[in-house]
């Protein structure tokens, strides 16, 4: 066999070998299952100790509903929607039931199919600093 056709089957067998590895993990490496892998971040969880306004809630609603559908779920709930649209997010703000905790309500809405994320309308620090 010659040098060229030596390098050559060399060449190849190497890039056999690595592409067989590109599909393989590393050491360190997770692999994701196919449902995690194309899964949606969650905001944050109310975890943080920070001051929110009482009796409200941010409620961002899964893509292809529409408004008549989202509101049909607030006030299935006995809510009220107090803005639509809070900014570029599309997430609504909600005024909850009498009786009904933010934290209780957070969870009513996050346990819904159609909701994208729920979190109490924290209240945002306007001295400069950082959101509370």
Do not use: W
Request: proline content about 4%; overall charge negative.
């Amino acid at each position: 066999m010659s040098s060229r056709t030596s390098l050559l089957s060399s060449s190849l067998a190497a890039l056999l070998a690595l592409s067989a590895c590109a599909n393989q993990p590393a050491d360190d490496e997770v692999m994701l299952s196919e449902t995690e892998a194309t899964a949606t971040v969650e905001p944050v969880k109310a975890v943080r100790n920070a001051p929110y306004v009482d009796g409200q809630l941010i409620v961002r609603f899964k893509d292809g509903l529409g408004r008549d559908q989202m509101v049909g779920l607030v006030s299935r709930n006995g809510d009220t929607v107090l803005r639509y649209s809070i900014g570029s997010t599309g997430a609504m703000l909600i005024e909850i039931s009498s009786g009904t905790s933010v934290m209780d309500a957070v969870h009513l809405y996050t346990e819904l199919p159609q909701v994208e994320y729920a979190e109490p309308n924290y209240v945002r620090d306007e001295t400069g600093g950082e959101d509370r």
